[in-house]
Nanobody, 126 residues
Framework: QVQLVESGGGLVQAGGSLRLSCAAS??????????MGWFRQAPGKEREFVAV????????YYGDSVKGRFSISRDNAKNTVYLQMNSLKLEDTAVYYC?????????????????WGQGTQVTVSS
């Protein structure tokens, strides 16, 4: 069983930046065997895909609403994945979740992920 713990959320003004981290531990597979994704869920809305990075960190993919503003990266030596969020907008307010999947590369769907963190709140104010 892989445990994922997100951190770095908080309150930020529109136009500002935050960096989220997700630390992985446990499980029988090494961290580098998992593709890692970020999803978010705003109040009253469904959870949506934000970004994904493949095992080696060499390939990434982003949701349309965050392209050009967010950047996902990973440090396999630290078992950690990051989400750098710049030019934040009010509509970026949500709980952000990291997730791990072993079978799919650039997984975009919730069902493709095996493990999930508890989430970290990001609130963007005007």
């Amino acid at each position: 069983q892989v445990q994922l713990v997100e951190s770095g959320g908080g309150l930020v003004q529109a136009g500002g930046s935050l960096r989220l981290s997700c630390a992985a531990s446990g499980g029988t597979q090494t961290f580098s065997t998992y593709s890692m994704g970020w999803f978010r869920q705003a109040p009253g809305k469904e959870r949506e895909f934000v970004a994904v990075v493949i095992r080696s960190g060499g390939d990434t993919y982003y949701g349309d609403s965050v392209k050009g503003r967010f950047s996902i990266s990973r440090d396999n030596a630290k078992n950690t994945v990051y989400l750098q969020m710049n030019s934040l907008k009010l509509e970026d307010t949500a709980v952000y979740y990291c997730a791990a999947n072993r079978r799919y590369g650039l997984g975009l769907r919730i069902a493709q992920y095996d493990y999930w963190g508890q989430g970290t709140q990001v609130t963007v104010s005007s």
